[in-house]
């Protein structure tokens, strides 16, 4: 299990970029395109099978795949971006915010 991650005091897009301020002072920048393609969801990234292996289906972006529309906190534990695409599917704990930015 990840360590709990407060949420984000402050969510920004600048540029490109996602910019979140946290809670205890630091600050992390991820790139949208980068942030898209870390999508956790399971038609982004596929189900492992019934032997444990993980299928990844072909995705296919466009453009507006990596343009933020909007976003939601949803939990208290993750972030839910809504894409120009249309996909919003994607729930990203906090901490997994913290390890892209890394
Ligand atoms: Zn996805």
Not at 35 to 60: Q, T
Not at 61 to 73: H, I, T, V
Request: with cysteine; net charge negative; proline share 10%.
């Amino acid at each position: 299990m990840p360590a709990i991650v407060a949420p984000p005091a402050r969510v920004d897009v600048i540029g490109q970029e996602l910019a979140l301020a946290w809670s205890d002072g630091g600050e992390s920048f991820i790139p949208l395109e980068a942030l898209r393609r870390a999508c956790p969801c399971a038609a982004c990234k596929g189900e492992p099978d019934v032997l444990g292996r993980g299928e990844n289906p072909r995705v296919s972006y466009g453009p507006q795949s990596f343009e933020l529309r909007g976003f939601k906190f949803v939990g208290g534990y993750a972030f839910q971006p809504t894409w120009n695409d249309g996909h919003e599917s994607g729930l990203y704990p906090f901490a997994l915010l913290r390890e892209l930015a890394a």
